[in-house]
């Protein structure tokens, strides 16, 4: 099993940053890509970001590329997000999820293990 425990949500203006934690334990942190996902109101779960087990590789969804990134420091079991100029539109519960597979995964359905969420709010 894999716990994850997400931080770093809250309330910031259209145009500012954010950057969200997720602090994972029980299984070897460094065997598992992490990936960040989101739930606006009403609607589907959303991918955002994922990132390979050493790191060298990021993927982005379409609404987010060029304004967020993701990292992750393997001896901290951590892996961030970094959210550069917030929209209205970001505004979502943020959730960090980890899976034991290789390649890029989009559906919510190939991710093994997902945390509680954050509540990101960007307000106009």
């Known amino acids: 099993q894999v716990q994850l425990v997400e931080s770093g949500g809250g309330l910031v203006q259209a145009g500012g940053s954010l950057r969200l934690s997720c602090v994972a334990t029980g299984r070897t942190f460094s065997n598992y890509r992490m990936g960040w996902f989101r739930q606006a109101p009403g609607k589907e779960r959303e991918f955002v970001a994922q990132?390979?087990?050493?790191?060298?590789?990021?993927y982005f969804g379409d609404s987010v590329k060029g304004r967020f990134t993701i990292s992750r420091d393997n001896a901290k079991n951590t892996v961030y997000l970094q959210m550069n100029s917030l929209k209205p539109e970001d505004t979502a519960i943020y959730y960090c999820?980890?899976?034991?597979?290789?390649?890029?995964?989009?559906?919510?359905?190939?991710?093994?293990?997902w945390g509680q969420g954050t509540q990101v709010t960007v307000s106009s």
């Open positions: 990132i390979r087990r050493s790191g060298s590789f990021t």
């Open positions: 999820a980890a899976a034991d597979r290789s390649g890029i995964i989009t559906a919510t359905g190939s991710w093994d293990y």
